[in-house]
């Protein structure tokens, strides 16, 4: 196999690697924002994820980690939707003031777990379950088939959310939701339901982001190590269109901008490394300026009931 097979099937691998914990926390926001709510707590909710993760992990080993992440990240959730939802306030607002009071109370839980002895926390990870006959193939075995279960989770995931949307009862209630809260309720939609389950789910989702951050990527947990994920995955769903499918093409965008990144700097070029580190956010800053046509979120998006 040639130095140049080797390069790309390890860039592969880390781009799909990089990807996953996106791909989750983009999904769980699809749902929500297709149900006309956007909730920038999905950063609080990864990072709670992660931690709890950490602690479940350390306690019990990964799968009660996981568990542990997805109800940390619903609980971060529930209290957005209390006060967005439930007080009728103001979403923007609610979403950060939920990112930054989540920031502040890892932080404590983290230092009061684990002192100052945190930095070297070491935890039971996800290993690499490769599909036989599928794993050895050049370049895209490694990237696409020899990947930590919680990848091909996530992978299963997509099709999952698009049958629920475009072919089930309660996803055409919830894109009515998303289009006239007003309508739909008109039709008998239990419209303020539809939008907290929503809530509920997305923060489920972003909470199984930050624990595959931890427990299949890096094996340990540090203070705001979610380090803005949870924003870029706001940006996956606008430059997904909304759309499954799209969220996937999207996350594996900016999952192959992180794993560049880290490729420019091992080829040792002479330019500072925080350039580097700035390709996923001006990728970002790209997919919520540009406008194609043809690209339109929920009408009713960021709109409180009545």
Do not use: C
Not at 6 to 25: C, D, E, H, K, Q
Not at 79 to 93: C, T
């Amino acid at each position: 196999m040639s130095e140049l097979t080797l390069i790309l099937g390890g860039f592969l691998a880390a781009a799909v690697r990089i990807s996953t914990p996106l791909l989750y926390a983009a999904t769980g926001e699809l749902l929500v924002e297709r149900s006309g709510v956007i909730n920038l707590g999905v950063e609080g909710a990864m990072l709670a994820g992660a931690l709890a993760a950490a602690l479940g992990a350390g306690l019990g080993g990964p799968w009660i980690g996981v568990l542990a992440a997805v109800l940390a990240g619903g609980a971060v959730a529930a209290v957005f939707a209390a006060v967005a939802l439930g007080a009728r306030a103001d979403q923007i607002i609610t979403g950060t003031a939920v990112t930054l009071g989540a920031i502040g109370l890892t932080g404590a839980v983290y230092r009061s777990a684990y002192g100052a002895g945190g930095p070297g926390l070491s935890l039971p990870m996800f290993a690499p379950v490769p599909i036989p006959g599928l794993a050895g193939l050049p370049v895209v075995g490694p990237a696409l088939f020899a990947q930590p279960v919680l990848t091909y989770l996530a992978w299963l995931l997509v099709p999952a959310v698009w049958w629920f949307l475009f072919r089930s009862w309660w996803g055409l209630a919830l894109r009515a939701t998303g289009e006239s809260a007003e309508a739909a309720r008109a039709s008998g939609v239990p419209v303020r339901r539809v939008r907290v389950t929503a809530a509920l789910v997305a923060g489920g989702l972003a909470g199984l982001g930050g624990a595959t951050l931890v427990l299949a990527q890096v094996g340990t947990f540090a203070e705001k190590m979610t380090a803005g994920r949870g924003f870029l995955a706001i940006a996956v769903v606008v430059l997904g269109r909304w759309h499954p499918g799209g969220v996937l093409l999207a996350s594996l965008l900016f999952g192959a901008a992180t794993a560049l990144q880290y490729a420019f700097q091992a080829m040792g070029l002479g330019v500072p490394y925080q350039i580097f580190l700035m390709l996923p956010y001006l990728l970002a800053l790209a997919a919520l300026t540009v406008r194609i046509h043809g690209w339109r979120a929920p009408a009713g998006l960021g709109k409180r009931l009545s």
